[in-house]
């Protein structure tokens, strides 16, 4: 199975300034998808960020940015701007690009990290 | 329609009944997914449904059965099930298994089990 590591269980931010919310992964492949999923309190999941790693160029969308080091495997998140909306939990994804038997469609996600924004 | 739509919202049942989870979509997705989710925790996968076709199902307890009667529509059976269940069960869909466009979830329905 993959291994998605989150290993800050909890950031803090003020409004208006920026956070980073970092995400390790282990795997033997050399291509894959990688995501940022926001959940709420209200529970549904949401997409923030995707990133294909045959792509080298970081994802961007928006005030949501990513920084990709495939060697490192390392996916690190950026919040700028942030606001009192972006508070939640965010869960690191790690999807196989072709199917490995028992991966098909599977996300392995990382523990979370809960986000509290501070007016 | 750009949603995963799942009822109900909130459930509670009693030990010895049965119910059912529907979840629906009409994106056109050909994969759909249920996920078990307790508190503070990320989502654990219970069941991957690929062209209405069972392609996973990760050991999960026959109390829960999975039913996938159409492209739209996927349910879950619950039946004699325990306190431990009580959970968020989640429901995705994507375009299909491979599909970088991740997934599309509902907003969950609250199990719990007395």
């Known amino acids: 199975a993959q291994t998605v590591t989150q290993s800050q269980p909890e950031m803090s931010v003020q409004e208006a300034e920026t956070v980073t919310l970092s995400c390790t992964y282990d795997?033997?492949?050399?291509?894959?998808?990688l995501f940022w999923y926001k959940q709420p309190p209200s529970r549904q999941m949401i997409l923030v960020i995707r990133?294909?790693?045959?792509?080298?160029q970081n994802a961007t969308e928006n005030r949501f940015s990513v920084n990709f080091q495939k060697a490192a495997k390392s996916f690190s998140l950026k919040i700028s701007d942030s606001q009192l909306g972006d508070a939640a939990m965010y869960f690191c994804?790690?999807?196989?690009?072709?199917?490995?038997?028992?991966?098909?469609?599977?996300?392995?996600f990382g523990r979370g990290t809960q986000l509290t924004v501070w007016p | 329609d750009t949603e995963v739509t799942q009822t109900p919202k909130h459930l509670v049942m009693g030990m010895t009944n049965k119910k059912s989870l529907k979840c629906e979509q009409h994106?056109?997705?050909?994969?759909m997914y249920w996920y078990k989710q307790k508190a503070k925790k990320p989502p654990e996968l219970m069941f991957v449904y690929s062209y209405e076709k069972l392609s996973i199902n990760e050991s999960v307890p026959s109390r829960f059965s999975p039913e996938c009667p159409n492209s739209s529509l996927l349910n879950l059976h619950l039946h004699a099930l325990q306190p431990e269940d009580s959970a968020l069960y989640l429901c995705?869909?994507?375009?299909?298994?491979?599909?970088?466009?991740?997934?599309?979830f509902g907003s969950g329905t609250r199990l719990t089990v007395v």
């Open positions: 994804a790690y999807r196989y690009l072709t199917d490995r038997g028992s991966t098909l469609g599977r996300l392995y």
């Open positions: 990133q294909e790693a045959y792509k080298q």
């Open positions: 795997t033997s492949e050399s291509d894959y998808y």
């Open positions: 994106m056109g997705h050909r994969a």
């Open positions: 995705a869909s994507s375009q299909d298994p491979l599909s970088f466009y991740g997934y599309t």
